[in-house]
């Protein structure tokens, strides 16, 4: 569990849900389409249970703990100088006794954080990790001043989400455990303490407990992190958004109207192809531009030329929902040299496509960009 409960701001019984609510700037009914669905009623039952809760590989906490300085680095440039004076200034303690909470001390303007846990190399340690150095950046930023618990608890929860990036690309064997993990959480997150918050939302004047702030802040960390945004990510950590502007900009963040898609079906590979081409027809139809417009014998016929070469990526985000897609050539006489013929992110996701293509092109790979309507016929891709 990450808890991170500062001891000078131990919840206190007398603090009410109402009070909790104001000290965000927000009423209490600005939290109640945060609860959902498919958590409630106690439907988190983790089938993963067994890999998460043993470990895995040989990677120690401070590994992680650098590779989450890495990965905010890499994830949001600006930041990585202080990542890094993070990484090496706070005192850590990763041998922590198994009973005591993780936890991350705020020690004020000029003081180096504290951070002290359990690591038994478990991958939700590894979540564990990030989530404290999401705190311990935070608190360095912010030198003293004050952060609200949802906020600070959402820094954490995108700490972890910008570690399982990093590996995504870095170290992939690593990426399917972390995920396990990250759904696991969100069952606890979302489906446990959504419940309280639930409850919470029945009866302000209730007594504030510090876990309402987990299923919100989990909720903004998702719907910030459906695609790559440095400059969001990086007010994020600063704590230089209130929870009325993040709530705000939740709502006009996710302009991805599309619906969600299964997880491929491996034993049907036809249906898999009909709505990966199903996926790409959404997507140039949102862009509004040229491909709509061919024959459809035409746009069929270049679509399934890629399938069957295997030189196409539909590009799907957390929520499921496909954001992009990209089509290439593979040079005959150069397997290195890609010729991208088209790339559709009809939501502004051009970024997080270009690194989904990357991750799946050989890492020798020079892309060059096709654009028929520029006057440069080529350029390089990146
Ligand atoms: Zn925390």
Same mark, same amino acid.
């Given at each position: ?9 131990? @919840? ?16 209490? &009914? ?8 498919? #958590? ?12 998460? *809760? ?9 590994? &992680? ?59 939700? *340690?590894?979540? /564990? ?5 999401? %705190? ?35 170290? @992939? ?9 990250? +759904?696991?959480?969100?069952? &606890? ?20 407990? #510090? ?10 960390? %998702?719907?910030?992190? =459906? ?8 007010? &994020? ?14 709502? =006009? ?14 034993? +049907? ?36 030329? %890629? ?9 799907? *985000?957390?929520?499921?929902? !496909? ?38 092109? !050989?890492?020798?790979? /020079?892309?060059?960009?096709? %654009? ?11």
């Amino acid at each position: 569990m990450r808890d991170n409960i500062p001891i000078k701001e131990e @919840p206190i019984s007398e603090y009410t849900v109402q009070d909790w609510a104001r000290l965000h700037q927000v009423d209490v &009914i600005s939290f109640s389409d945060m609860l959902p669905i498919e #958590y409630s009623n106690g439907h988190s039952e983790n089938k993963n249970a067994q890999s998460i *809760d043993s470990k895995f590989g040989d990677y120690s906490a401070l590994d &992680i703990w650098n590779m989450t300085a890495r990965g905010v680095s890499h994830s949001i440039p600006d930041l990585s100088k202080i990542a890094f004076e993070t990484r090496d200034i706070c005192q850590t303690t990763f041998d922590a006794p198994a009973a005591d909470r993780p936890m991350t001390l705020d020690r004020g303007a000029g003081r180096a954080p504290v951070v002290s846990m359990c690591y038994q190399g478990t991958p939700a *340690d590894m979540l /564990c990790v990030a989530h404290e150095f999401g %705190h311990a950046l935070q608190y360095h930023l912010a030198q003293g001043r004050f952060v609200p618990p949802i906020l600070r608890e959402l820094a954490a929860f995108l700490a972890e989400a910008v570690l399982l990036r990093y590996v995504q690309r870095e170290d @992939p064997q690593l990426a399917a455990p972390l995920k396990a993990a990250a +759904r696991a959480d969100d069952a &606890i997150y979302l489906g446990q303490d959504g419940d309280l918050l639930r409850a919470a939302l029945d009866d302000p004047q209730a007594a504030y407990d #510090y876990r309402l702030n987990y299923p919100v802040a989990r909720h903004l960390a %998702h719907a910030v992190t =459906t695609r790559s945004q440095p400059a969001l990510w990086e007010r &994020i950590f600063r704590a230089q958004l209130t929870l009325p502007e993040m709530l705000a900009r939740r709502q =006009t963040g996710l302009a991805n109207t599309l619906p969600a898609v299964p997880d491929p079906d491996q034993e +049907r590979p036809a249906i898999n192809a009909y709505r990966v081409l199903g996926m790409m027809v959404l997507l140039d139809i949102e862009t509004r531009q040229g491909e709509p417009d061919k024959a459809i014998e035409t746009y069929y016929a270049a679509r399934l030329a %890629h399938l069957q070469a295997q030189t196409s990526l539909v590009a799907v *985000d957390r929520a499921g929902k !496909p954001f992009g897609y990209a089509l290439w050539d593979v040079d005959p006489a150069d397997p290195d040299l890609i010729t991208l013929k088209r790339q559709a992110a009809p939501f502004g996701d051009h970024l997080e496509l270009q690194e989904r293509l990357q991750a799946q092109l !050989p890492a020798t790979a /020079c892309a060059r960009s096709h %654009h028929p309507r520029s006057a440069r016929q080529e350029q390089t891709a990146w």
